[in-house]
C-alpha cells in the first residue's frame, strides 16, 4: 500500500541555518508531490508543489527537490527564522485525488 | 466563504454516543474531503466527495463512520456508537479539483473529537 516516510523525530536547527527536511515517496509514477505546514491547533496549509518531471521548485526562502531515482523529495528553508518552527508534512497526490500524508517532521528553529 | 469552516472545534462524549462533525468548504469547491490526525500522526485520508456523491469512501474504518454532502456544498461526518479509538482531530479539506498533480487541498482548523 501506499506509504510516505518522514523523519519522525524533531530536527533542531540555529536560526540563519537552512533546515533540510527528507521524504521518501512510493513507487508510483508519474510523482506528485506537495509540502505543508501544520502548526499546533491548526489545519495544514499548502506551500509547494512538485511534479516528476521537475528537479526542483522554489518559492521566497523555500525550496523543494525530487530525486526520481531515489524516489526521495527535500525540502530546504534557508535563512530560517524561529516563526518557521512547525510540523512539516509531505504528501503524494497517485491520482485518486485524495492525497496521501506522511507522519511529519517537527521542525524547531532557535533564535 | 473565506476559508473552510468546521464545528464544532471542540467535541466530548462519551462511548456509545452518537456524533456529527459539520464542514462548510470555499465556495466553488466542488471536491471535498475527509481526514483523521491522531496525536504526532499525519492526516488519515477517510473519504472524498465529488459533488454530492462520494467518489472514494475507501479510508472509512468501518460502518459506525458515515458522511453525506447532500447539496455538494456542506458536509456532514457522521459516527455512531462512538469508541474511545475514535478520539483524533478531524480535518476537513476542500479543493476546485483541478487535474491529477495540480490539486492543492485547503484544510479547516479540525474538530477535536474526544470520546471518554
New interface residues.
Given amino acids: 500500500s501506499q506509504k510516505?516516510e518522514?523523519n519522525?523525530e524533531a530536527l533542531n536547527i540555529q536560526e540563519g541555518k537552512t533546515a533540510t527536511l527528507t521524504c521518501n515517496y512510493t513507487n508510483y509514477s508519474?510523482a506528485?508531490l506537495?509540502w505543508y505546514r501544520q502548526d499546533p491547533?491548526?489545519?495544514?496549509?499548502?506551500l509547494l508543489?512538485i511534479?516528476e518531471n521537475e528537479k526542483e521548485k522554489r518559492k521566497e526562502r523555500l525550496k523543494v527537490t525530487f530525486d526520481t531515482t531515489l524516489k526521495q523529495s527535500l525540502f530546504h528553508i534557508t535563512a530560517s527564522q524561529p516563526a518557521d518552527s512547525a510540523t512539516y508534512?509531505c504528501?503524494q497526490?497517485t491520482?485518486?485525488?485524495?492525497?496521501?500524508?506522511?507522519?511529519?517532521t517537527r521542525l524547531q528553529v532557535q533564535p | 466563504g473565506a476559508g473552510v469552516s468546521q464545528t464544532p472545534s471542540n467535541k466530548v462524549t462519551e462511548k456509545g454516543k452518537y456524533v456529527e462533525l459539520r464542514c462548510d468548504p470555499i465556495s466553488g469547491h466542488t471536491a471535498l474531503y475527509w481526514y483523521r490526525q491522531s496525536l504526532g500522526q499525519g492526516p488519515e485520508f477517510l473519504i472524498y466527495f465529488q459533488g454530492t456523491g462520494a467518489a472514494d469512501d475507501s479510508g472509512l474504518p468501518n460502518d459506525r463512520f458515515f458522511a453525506v454532502r447532500p447539496e455538494g456544498s456542506v458536509s456532514t461526518l457522521k459516527i455512531q456508537r462512538t469508541e474511545r479509538g475514535d478520539s483524533a482531530v478531524y480535518l476537513c479539506a476542500s479543493s476546485p479539483d483541478r487535474e491529477v498533480g495540480a490539486n492543492v487541498l485547503t484544510f479547516g482548523a479540525g474538530s477535536r473529537l474526544t470520546v471518554l
Fill in positions: 510516505i518522514q519522525s508519474p506528485y506537495q491547533g491548526r489545519g495544514p496549509v499548502f508543489l511534479r508534512l504528501a497526490d491520482g485518486r485525488r485524495a492525497l496521501t500524508f506522511g507522519s511529519g
